[in-house]
């Protein structure tokens, strides 16, 4: 089973819970929109711990390096794909715009033989709880909610 870790950062601005999600790029997502965005996140094997896959994850997808503790775990999820989730919450604040994602080499169009170049993540965005479920990944918007109801202890 494949299996990701990821990253749910977060911050409070003018009184109010914003959570951090990513646009994945390439082709294939530049028209998606709600349900289509994600925690920086991505796969790791046994011989790497999960967070530290996270933290690793996070500053390819962002070029934002990540804090070195203050980790809130949020368990797991499943995604339709049967893909395991481990995700981890922290606080912290950047400008998004400052973000870079690394990129990978993607076939397109498909089974032509022809491959560009692409970023993994093409923008992030902070968003308020309401407005980041509509936008997550339908399986990854549990996430947000687990994150919410631990709120009042943040």
């Known amino acids: 089973m494949k299996q990701s870790a990821g990253i749910l950062a977060f911050r409070h601005r003018d009184g109010e819970l914003e959570v951090l999600l990513a646009h994945p790029g390439g082709p294939l997502w530049a028209n998606k929109d709600d349900g289509a965005w994600s925690i920086p996140k991505g796969e790791f094997d046994d011989s790497e711990a999960g967070l530290d896959a996270a933290r690793r994850e996070f500053q390819e997808e962002t070029s934002i390096e990540p804090p070195s503790d203050g980790y809130i775990s949020l368990g797991s999820i499943m995604q339709k794909s049967g893909k395991l989730v481990y995700a981890w919450a922290v606080e912290m604040d950047f400008d998004p715009a400052q973000a870079v994602s690394n990129n990978f080499a ?8 022809k491959t560009i170049e692409v970023p993994e993540v093409d923008r992030v965005e902070w968003f308020r709880p309401q407005d980041a479920h509509r936008k997550a990944n339908p399986a990854q918007a549990e996430l947000i909610t687990r994150l919410v109801a631990l709120q009042t202890d943040l």
């Open 106 to 113: 993607l076939e397109w169009p498909p089974r032509s033989g």
